[in-house]
């Protein structure tokens, strides 16, 4: 943190708060958070630490901020520390804060002191600061969470606040000047003050701040029982009446003794919605020019919590019972009493503990000076104009519009109106602003009512028109399921059909095939038979030559037997034989020639025979080769037909599939018509009910 800027003492927690403005009602500084989003969160500059909004959140969204972590973590680290104890630890812890002496030492903490001998030294300063300076007015500052708040708001108050060190700054600086083996040493304070931190960061004294609760909560988890180790006494030497002073009160308790009277000029005056609104009025009267004329207290005994210091901020006594609270300060005062010579012997413990005082009393060693904050605080006051734009937004137009009812968190409209100037809320956590939303809305609710009976009636009009035309749309709707159920069972016929037809086309169609492969063997056989005929032709024309050379051998044989039958003539008897055997050779070669007459008669007939074997196995072949070609296309046809069938076959399973849906459809089509006509009845109710409501708003 940076020198002049404050530290962060409290912590919002996003996720439990609603924003229910409780903090912003609590706090007694309002300006510090901004409720103007979804969660109400904390300007830390403007913040006093007062704790008041952590007990009003009920839903624990606002959390203190301590050092005890940090603290526990030193310890474990075996870091050279001292500790500081707050005299409330009697109340927090009773019957053990000596216990918790012992613990803390067990824990590697050096040595332990009383902050109830700061406060001795406390009031010894301030008795000495009224002496020397006769003040007409001094405000006690043992209350960090006091002193913020003039620092930040009233500053004109500074020189009022006592110019000495609260208790625990005189017990630390006591030890840094009279106990030098501790003064680099860091230093805890156990403390019932969350603002406490503040004070430290201020004047530069003080490593861990470590609440009373946190410590509490601490030891609970730890599972550390206090009563398990030994009472030990504090390192510094004992007080008197300044273990009172976490008392209200405590203070003049303790003044008493060493000036008696000064009750009677003293304010004691405690608790965060007393206490604030007191020096805002003090402010006053000094800007005034008043307090000068003994309106004003020598000495106001103030502090931030109604409890005091028992049930600070950091502890967990906020709303124990005064009684329970200061039992145990008193039994120890009666202790710290007779240590000093009992309460019967007055004087004498006066001067017993004046001696002590006065060894650890230095002057200038306990000045405290105090920074003015006031810069922090810049709320701009909204100007005449601009109060009424602000209203206007409110939606408060004049005085009956201003309720104060305190529901935005503000007290007055007037400082939720500087909130909503300031962007630090907005209209709608206004009550009157919602308040007059309903009432607008409520007027609007009206009017709508005057006009809805009419609209129902057109409405419950249509509605009836609209129920003929459902009613006409059922009588189609039940027309169109008929056909739907005609056309599917015949389609789903026509689908069978294709179907059988299909499957026989592809049983034929390997008999088509086979056809094919017939006629290509009849063409290659009627190619042979043309081939075998052409044959005969050449060796039955060779036959005929052949017959022609021996009809010419027959012809010249018969030549010859004629000339041998004259020789044989010519012979005689010698040429009788002769001419036996000429005569026959006559007959062969006629009956020869003969022959070889008949045979190409007959070679003339077969050679005919053959020619017009061959013309007609000339046009076979033709027709043969034509039919083949008819054939093939045929059964090109046949495979595209088979193709064709088949791929209706499957389209045909798609269109009983889509049959299927239609049919689906049409009744899905009936039940919605039902549904719709359920529907369309308990709308017509309902409008029926509304037109009852609406008039008996009216």
């Known amino acids: 943190m940076k020198k002049n800027e404050l530290t962060p003492v409290i912590r919002v927690d996003p996720e439990k708060c609603v924003n229910c403005h409780a903090c912003i009602a609590a706090c007694p500084v309002k300006y510090c958070n901004n409720g103007a989003g979804d969660k109400v969160t904390i300007n830390h500059q403007l913040c006093i630490g007062c704790g008041s909004c952590v007990h009003a959140c009920t839903h624990h969204a606002r959390l203190i901020v301590d050092d005890s972590g940090e603290f526990f973590k030193a310890l474990d680290k075996r870091e050279r520390i001292i500790a500081i104890v707050a005299p409330a630890v009697a109340s927090n812890f009773p019957g053990r804060y000596l216990n918790l002496n012992g613990y803390l030492k067990s824990r590697g903490v050096e040595a332990v002191f009383d902050v109830s ?45 006592a110019p000495a060190d609260s208790p625990m700054l005189h017990i630390m600086k006591m030890i840094r000047e009279y106990h030098p083996q501790y003064r680099n040493h860091k230093i805890a304070v156990l403390s019932p003050c969350i603002a406490k931190r503040r004070e430290f960061d201020e004047t530069e004294i003080g490593d861990f701040n470590v609440t009373f609760i946190a410590l509490y909560e ?93 049930g600070g901020t950091g502890t967990r006594n906020s709303e124990t019972p005064m009684d329970i ?43 405290r000076s105090y920074q003015d904050f006031s810069k922090n605080y810049t709320i701009s006051i909204p100007k005449e104009q601009e109060l009424t734009e602000v209203y206007k937004k409110l939606r408060k137009y004049g005085p009956g519009d201003i309720y104060d009812c305190n529901t935005c968190g503000y007290g007055t409209c007037y400082g939720m109106a500087v909130a909503v100037f300031n962007d630090l809320n907005r209209p709608e956590n206004c009550h009157h602003y919602d308040l007059s939303l309903i009432e607008e809305d409520r007027e609007t609710i009206e009017t709508l009512n005057k006009n809805l009976g009419g609209q129902v009636d057109r409405s419950l009009s249509f509605m009836k028109g609209i129920n003929d035309l459902i009613n006409t749309l059922n009588e189609q709707i039940m027309k169109q399921a008929s056909a739907i159920e005609e056309s599917s069972a015949a389609i789903e016929q026509m689908m069978a059909t294709i179907n059988n037809t299909a499957t026989m086309a592809q049983k034929k169609q390997s008999a088509i095939q086979d056809l094919v492969e017939d006629m290509e063997q009849g063409r290659a056989s009627m190619r042979q038979t043309i081939e075998a005929v052409g044959t005969i032709t050449r060796g039955v024309e060779g036959v005929g030559a052949t017959i022609k050379v021996i009809s010419g051998i027959a012809a010249n044989t018969n030549l010859l037997s004629m000339n041998a039958a004259i020789e044989a003539a010519h012979a005689g008897d010698a040429g009788r034989g002769f001419a036996v055997v000429a005569g026959e050779i006559r007959r062969l070669s006629e009956t020869t020639r003969e022959n070889s007459r008949n045979i190409a008669n007959t070679l003339t007939g077969v050679i005919d025979g053959i020619k017009a074997t061959t013309d007609r196995s000339s046009a076979t072949d033709t027709l043969i080769n034509t039919m083949a070609e008819e054939i093939n296309g ?17 389209g045909s399973r798609e269109i009983t599939t889509a049959l299927v849906l239609l049919r689906e459809n049409a009744e899905a089509i009936k039940d919605g018509y039902h549904d719709m006509m359920n529907k369309t009845r308990e709308l017509e109710t309902s409008m029926e009910l509304i037109t009852e409501m609406s008039e008996a708003e009216a």
């Open 117 to 161: 001998f700061g406060a001795e030294l406390t009031v010894f300063s301030y008795l000495r600061y009224i002496k020397d300076h006769r003040p007409s007015f001094c405000i006690s500052q043992p209350c960090p969470a006091i002193v913020t708040y003039i620092e930040i708001y009233h500053p004109e108050l500074l020189p009022y606040l």
């Open 218 to 310: 601490y030891l609970k988890n730890q599972g550390v029982d206090l009563a398990s180790f030994k009472a030990l006494d504090y390192d510094n030497p004992p007080a008197e009446r300044g273990v009172t002073f976490s008392m209200p009160g405590g203070l003049l308790i303790t003044a008493e003794r060493d000036s008696p009277g000064i009750g009677r000029v003293t304010r004691k005056i405690e608790g965060v919605h007393t206490i604030y609104p007191y020096l805002a009025d003090v402010a006053n009267t000094i800007r005034a020019g008043g307090g000068g004329n003994g309106e004003l207290p020598l000495l106001v005994d103030c502090l931030n919590c109604e409890r005091g210091c028992n």
């Open 325 to 367: 609270l200061e039992a145990p300060i008193w039994r120890r005062r009666a202790e710290m009493e007779a240590k000093y010579g009992g309460s019967k012997s007055a004087e004498k413990n006066q001067k017993n503990v004046f001696k002590v005082l006065a060894h650890y009393w230095k002057k200038g060693l306990y000045d």
């Open 634 to 650: 045929f059964a090109l046809t046949m495979t595209e037909l088979i193709n064709s069938l088949g791929e209706l076959s499957i």
